[in-house]
């Protein structure tokens, strides 16, 4: 099962949110774990945000599975169909406005919003870490 959205970064770390985050909070997690200041109460400048757009160079989103183990968005797709994961039911394309068939997924590649209901609260947590 995929259980965390993930993304490789090219020093082959691999930083994660678990469900229900999506690609979006793992680049906070990344942001936060090479140092940089929380951008949620301290000013960033531009020396930050090049360091940052230098770190995640050459990354590759994917997910995490309940074995740890890192997967690119098509070995996911892979991964999820194998082992019967199911998709959410009523996803609706944001680009289209039309509902997506719950046996497919909503764009070209495996989404996080394929995976887990976006409908979640502040309590979630975040995390990082290496493998």
């Known amino acids: 099962m995929i259980v965390a959205a ?10 994660s949110a678990p469900k229900p ?12 774990g090479i140092g940089l ?4 109460c301290v000013l960033f400048d531009d020396m930050d945000r090049r360091r940052f ?5 050459g990354h590759v ?7 740890g183990e890192f ?7 892979e991964h999820v169909r194998a082992c019967g994961q199911p998709f959410v039911k009523g996803r609706v394309d944001s680009a289209t ?9 909503i764009g070209g590649v495996l989404t996080s919003e394929d995976l887990w209901d976006s409908s979640w609260g502040p309590s979630s947590s ?3 870490h290496g493998m």
């Open 53 to 57: 757009q230098d770190y995640i160079r």
């Open 21 to 32: 985050k999506r690609h979006h909070h793992v680049f906070d997690v990344i942001w936060r």
């Open 97 to 105: 406005k039309k509902p997506v068939p719950d046996d497919e997924i």
């Open 71 to 77: 997967l690119d968005r098509d070995a996911s797709l």
């Open 37 to 40: 200041p929380d951008t949620n």
């Open 61 to 67: 989103s994917g997910f995490v599975t309940d074995a």
């Open 6 to 15: 993930a993304i490789k970064t090219s020093d082959g770390k691999t930083w």
């Open 126 to 128: 975040m995390m990082g």
